[in-house]
């Protein structure tokens, strides 16, 4: 299933530079996963929630600041999702998930300031790189050259 429920930036800066894209949505997918939740019939259901670039930030801000009602949160490609550590997004760690290709634009604008861009690849606009592994989740290998020859 795909959330799209929200107005997502469209440009990498000055869009996803901006906080209030993911400030406006956090809400609304944590009742959407509230809801999935609630009117589940059977046994309960694993429900795992994936975001990928600036989705990614939405779901950590959703996690952190309401309850992502989530039993496993996986971040592709992502500025950061408003936290330092895994521990810190209403899950166990061990149910946080990240990976960032070496390639991914990501790493090129770590800042919202671009004449900081290539800075450190630990840090990016909205906290700590969640595919690094201080901050304490799974990794998700990416490597987009594996099958090269």
């Known amino acids: 299933m795909v959330w799209e429920g929200y107005e997502s930036p469209n440009s990498l800066v000055p869009g996803a530079a901006e906080e209030h894209y993911a400030r406006g949505a956090e809400k609304d997918l944590a009742d959407f996963q509230q809801g999935l939740r609630v009117t589940h019939d059977g046994p309960p ?9 600036y989705g990614s930030t ?9 309850g992502l009602h989530a039993d496993d949160i996986a971040f ?27 390639d991914d634009a990501i790493h090129l604008a770590a800042s919202p300031d671009p004449t900081t ?3 450190s690849p630990d840090q990016h606009w909205y906290g ?17 050259r594996r099958h090269e020859t």
């Open 45 to 53: 259901s694993h429900n795992t929630v994936l975001g990928h670039s």
């Open 58 to 66: 939405v779901v950590g801000y959703a996690s952190r600041d309401h």
């Open 128 to 144: 700590m790189n969640p595919a690094d592994p201080a901050f304490g989740g799974n990794q998700i290998p990416s490597n987009p």
């Open 76 to 102: 592709l490609g992502s500025p950061g999702v408003g936290v330092e550590h895994a521990g810190d997004l209403g899950v166990p760690a061990d149910h946080v998930w990240a990976g960032t290709s070496r």
């Open 117 to 119: 861009w290539g800075g």
